[in-house]
């Protein structure tokens, strides 16, 4: 039974930091590329990072230079860590994974064939 199990969400000021993390089971989590999205109150699910197998690192324009996305293989676990953090950032994240070869800046939900359930992110002012 394929899992993914988000946490390390909770309540922030701005400029401050967090770190998330994914434990993955129940997949050959070394060949897949993982992701984070995130889905703000109202709006859609949204691209924040992945990581290739490889890898190869990707980001959207609002996580360059502030957040970091890394894997532990071994402990099939994914990490996202996140700082000078600002209210915008605000989100329920979730994390995935695909074992289809994505790439690029602008990767989107059904690009990911598995999710988690979702950690919340709460940035104030």
């Known amino acids: 039974q394929v899992q993914l199990v988000e946490s390390g969400g909770g309540l922030v000021q701005a400029g401050g930091s967090l770190r998330l993390s994914c434990a993955a089971s129940?997949?050959?989590?070394?060949?897949?590329?993982m992701g984070w999205f995130r889905q703000a109150p109202g709006k859609e699910r949204a691209f924040v990072t992945a990581?290739?197998?490889?890898?190869?690192?990707y980001y959207a324009d609002s996580a360059k230079g502030r957040f970091t996305i890394s894997r532990d293989n071994v402990k099939k676990m994914v990490y996202l860590q996140m700082n000078s953090l600002k209210p915008e950032d605000t989100a329920v994240y979730f994390c995935?994974?695909?074992?289809?070869?994505?790439?690029?800046?602008?990767?989107?939900?059904?690009?990911?064939?598995?999710w988690g359930q979702g950690t919340q992110v709460t940035v104030s002012s």
């Open positions: 990581i290739s197998s490889s890898r190869t690192t």
């Open positions: 995935a994974a695909t074992a289809t070869r994505v790439t690029g800046t602008n990767q989107q939900t059904y690009d990911y064939k598995y």
């Open positions: 129940g997949f050959t989590f070394g060949i897949y590329s």
